[in-house]
């Protein structure tokens, strides 16, 4: 398991395009967004005024958690076609130790890329306490461990980096535009909010934004309380590490 993980942080820092890719999207996303939709934005029914690159960044937190697990779960389906994904699997060692050596690589990537982006909080005005970091970080975590897993179950049930990229682009990206990164589930439609409601990446915004505002009174209290959104994200997160596991363990290459 050590091994794998140390695999992925050295196949990252040799693709320096990976690294420019997985932060440089999100902030040009954000900001284009951002500043093209600020002036029509309209905060939710009694929250407190804030700008849409504000509320947004959240979302944009969110974008980069999910682009790393995207990116770094294609190196499943290019390990499989090298024979590398062979040779571990009749090596004497548990499946187990191959599918948690892998997600725990892609979630420590994704974390860091998360936390550096959450290091320009203080530019929009939002201001992290040292207290509130370790919070803040173990929820960027649960949700990286939930992606990174839901990423390696569908990558190790696929042959093809094309169907990985058309399965993502129609599952994971409807996921987050439907979760609260963009608009509030306030200023949805009925039949909005009710996929919204049965998305469990939801939950996972609904968390990191009333994290990030712990004790400023500007938590968006329109999904559900912290404690729900939290319990969901960690159901979400074992649900898919159970599966990636189940999928590994019954499944030859």
């Given at each position: 398991?050590?091994?794998l993980w140390q695999r992925e942080m050295v196949r990252f820092l040799r693709q320096r395009s990976r690294v420019i890719g997985?932060?440089?999207t999100p902030l040009v996303f954000w900001l284009l967004v951002g500043s093209g939709f600020g002036s029509s934005f309209r905060p939710a029914t009694g929250a407190p005024e804030q700008g849409y690159l504000e509320y947004f960044f959240p979302g944009t937190?969110?974008?980069?958690l999910l682009f790393t697990s995207i990116f770094s779960n294609i190196s499943v389906i290019e390990e499989r076609r090298e024979g590398f994904l062979l040779s571990v699997l009749v090596a004497p060692a548990s499946r187990l130790s191959l599918v948690l050596g892998k997600?725990?690589?892609v979630t420590t990537l994704a974390s860091l890329q998360g936390g550096l982006l959450l290091l320009l909080?203080?530019?929009l005005g939002i201001r992290i306490a040292w207290t509130q970091w370790p919070l803040l970080l173990a929820v960027v975590v649960l949700i990286a461990v939930a992606l990174s897993s839901l990423g390696f179950a569908l990558a190790w049930k696929l042959d093809s980096i094309q169907g990985f990229h058309a399965l993502m682009n129609l599952l994971l990206v409807p996921m987050w535009l439907l979760s609260g990164a963009l608009f509030p589930m306030s200023?949805?439609?009925s039949w909005v909010r009710i996929v919204m409601l049965a998305n469990p990446m939801t939950y996972a915004m609904s968390a990191l934004r009333q994290v990030l505002y712990l004790g400023e009174g500007q938590a968006?209290?329109?999904v559900c309380s912290l404690a729900t959104a939290v319990c969901v994200t960690l159901l979400f997160g074992v649900g898919t590490l159970i599966v990636s596991v189940a999928l590994v363990s019954r499944r030859s290459l």
């Amino acid at each position: 398991m050590a091994s794998l993980w140390q695999r992925e942080m050295v196949r990252f820092l040799r693709q320096r395009s990976r690294v420019i890719g997985a932060l440089g999207t999100p902030l040009v996303f954000w900001l284009l967004v951002g500043s093209g939709f600020g002036s029509s934005f309209r905060p939710a029914t009694g929250a407190p005024e804030q700008g849409y690159l504000e509320y947004f960044f959240p979302g944009t937190v969110l974008m980069v958690l999910l682009f790393t697990s995207i990116f770094s779960n294609i190196s499943v389906i290019e390990e499989r076609r090298e024979g590398f994904l062979l040779s571990v699997l009749v090596a004497p060692a548990s499946r187990l130790s191959l599918v948690l050596g892998k997600i725990l690589g892609v979630t420590t990537l994704a974390s860091l890329q998360g936390g550096l982006l959450l290091l320009l909080s203080p530019l929009l005005g939002i201001r992290i306490a040292w207290t509130q970091w370790p919070l803040l970080l173990a929820v960027v975590v649960l949700i990286a461990v939930a992606l990174s897993s839901l990423g390696f179950a569908l990558a190790w049930k696929l042959d093809s980096i094309q169907g990985f990229h058309a399965l993502m682009n129609l599952l994971l990206v409807p996921m987050w535009l439907l979760s609260g990164a963009l608009f509030p589930m306030s200023g949805a439609s009925s039949w909005v909010r009710i996929v919204m409601l049965a998305n469990p990446m939801t939950y996972a915004m609904s968390a990191l934004r009333q994290v990030l505002y712990l004790g400023e009174g500007q938590a968006a209290p329109d999904v559900c309380s912290l404690a729900t959104a939290v319990c969901v994200t960690l159901l979400f997160g074992v649900g898919t590490l159970i599966v990636s596991v189940a999928l590994v363990s019954r499944r030859s290459l």
